[in-house]
């Protein structure tokens, strides 16, 4: 993503058309370098936009996060149209991210959509650095430990979605007529919130001897500066989102996929990709 050359050839190459954005430093990772994450999270995503706009691309999808809100943003139901002053270097680059997005879409004339996802939690790929790996990180360790220390509180609340709504919703926001949108880089889309401890309480539903405890760590701090919960009528309004799971389908068809994929084999934690925030 850094390499624009790289990119640019690519897409003369195989005569890309739409371009899914989706290579960042996560929050977690972007703390400890934060140099690192605006080189890649803001130098990427303006390569990609240039040779979009250069080579014509029909439609852009860079991907927002709840991290562009932070702790004077309202935390529960939290609106799309509200003060955005994140605390984190990746919060600052999604922010930023919005805002190029929309500026390409209004003076060139790109078709650039982005939605604000919160954490995304998948049974393909382990963890790899964000802050709310911990709802990944747990499923892993429940079966591979029947325990799990989280690093957030148990009572700690965040949104989250289910990797199948997660594309679900990229792909009904990128096949919407653009006449349909009076938003573009900025849709918040909600899945289900929940607290740490009630997605423990869940688990141990299916798994009896499992236990969690709670051990937070610098990650805590960035958890309780994001929402609770996300307002999400204009992506219901504009586009028809809806999503799929909630918390108890989500937790059985993780476990059922998780059992699936690695037949009593121990599966791994040390991923590098994973779409957490």
């Known amino acids: 993503m850094t390499d624009r050359n790289a990119i640019e050839q690519v897409v003369k190459r195989y005569e890309i058309d739409t371009i899914y954005h989706m290579a960042a430093i996560l929050s977690a990772v972007g703390e400890e370098k934060p140099q690192l994450a605006w080189n890649v999270n803001m ?12 080579y014509k691309i029909t439609r852009v999808f860079l991907p927002s996060s709840i991290a562009v809100f932070g702790p004077e943003t309202p935390r529960d139901c939290t609106p799309q149209e509200t003060v955005l002053h994140p605390t984190t270097i990746y919060g600052v680059s999604k922010v930023a991210g919005e805002l190029l997005g929309d500026y390409y879409c209004h003076r060139f004339g790109l078709d650039v959509r982005g939605l604000r996802y919160p954490g995304i ?20 360790e429940a079966i591979k430990h029947k325990r799990y220390t989280c690093f957030v509180r148990e009572d700690t609340v965040l949104p989250m979605m289910y990797m199948p709504d997660c594309i679900k919703a990229t792909i009904a926001l990128m096949e919407s007529d653009l006449y349909c949108l009076k938003h573009h880089c900025n849709f918040n889309v909600a899945g289900m919130s929940f607290a740490a401890g009630e997605l423990a309480a869940e688990i141990k539903k299916h ?46 068809d993780m476990l059922k996929c998780l059992h699936t994929h690695y037949g009593g084999r121990n599966p791994p934690l040390n991923g590098k990709t994973h779409l957490s925030r």
């Not at 405890?213 to 609770?228: G, L, T, V």
């Open 43 to 54: 130098g990427g995503l303006y390569n990609v936009l240039e040779v979009a706009r250069e």
């Open 121 to 140: 939690i998948s049974s393909e790929t382990p963890p790899g650095g964000g802050t709310t790996d911990y709802a990944v990180e747990i499923f892993y």
């Open 207 to 252: 798994l009896p001897e499992f236990i969690c405890d709670y051990r937070p760590d610098f990650r805590q701090q960035i958890a309780d500066s994001w929402p609770k919960s996300l307002d999400d009528r204009p992506a219901r309004e504009e586009w028809g989102w809806k999503p799929s799971y909630d918390l108890a389908s989500m937790t059985t």
